[in-house]
T-cell receptor, first 110, second 115 residues
């Protein structure tokens, strides 16, 4: 079964607003990664956060990790129409396999 | 670097036919992964290679699926015979080291339709 479950499944916002997506997982992890997938394209890596980190930033992206709650969130600030995509979390633990979640579909209206 | 290259981008075939998907990973990457993405099941790892050697094929759905990596710059995923339920987008990805510590780079995918 999939490790990560994203919430919400779909999110619609206006340009300029912030978008927050959550990921919950079931077992221990070494790290958690977030990927973006534009329609009809492959996945693109956004950010990796290790289990001993609590927060990480990359441009307009902010990722938090709470290992006690087994959850992570991805915040996109000042969203743009170009941010419209599906966003996936992926977890890694003691194997060479990344396990991907179910994804959040984000729609940003201009 | 051109990134991960997959061919063909689209494949339409009839049930029972053999299908071969191809992938060229990023040069220097030691790990190669094959994924399948469907609306119902999401993104599933089928098999991955380390230094051209298959490490875990537990995700391969049936014996109809096979994958090879004859050298560091080429891999194939073959379905024989194909069935309508194999219709999906198949992605190839590569990474430099053990995937837990590195990002994976995905190809554009092959959209397979089996009629």
């Amino acid at each position: 079964s999939q490790q990560g479950e994203e919430d919400p499944q779909a999110l619609s916002i206006q340009e300029g607003e912030n978008a927050t997506m959550n990921c919950s997982y079931k077992t221990s992890i070494n790290n958690l990664q977030w990927y973006r997938q534009n329609s009809g394209r492959g996945l693109v890596h956004l950010i990796l956060i290790r289990s001993n980190e609590r927060e990480k930033h990359s441009g307009r992206l902010r990722v938090t990790l709470d290992t006690s709650k087994k959850s992570s969130s991805l915040l996109i600030t000042a969203s743009r129409a170009a941010d419209t995509a599906s966003y996936f979390c992926a977890t890694f633990y003691n194997t060479d396999k990344l396990i991907f979640g179910t994804g959040t579909r984000l729609q940003v209206f201009p | 670097d051109a990134g991960v290259i997959q061919s063909p981008r689209h494949e339409v075939t009839e049930m029972g036919q053999e299908v071969t998907l191809r992938c060229k990973p990023i040069s220097g990457h030691d790990y190669l992964f094959w994924y399948r993405q469907t609306m119902m099941r999401g993104l599933e790892l089928l098999i991955y290679f380390n230094n051209n050697v298959p490490i875990d094929d537990s995700g391969m759905p049936e014996d109809r699926f096979s994958a090879k990596m004859p050298n560091a710059s080429f891999s194939t995923l073959k379905i024989q015979p194909s069935e309508p339920r194999d219709s999906a987008v198949y992605f190839c990805a590569s990474s430099l080291l053990g995937q837990g510590y590195n990002e994976q780079f995905f190809g554009p995918g092959t959209r397979l339709t089996v009629l």
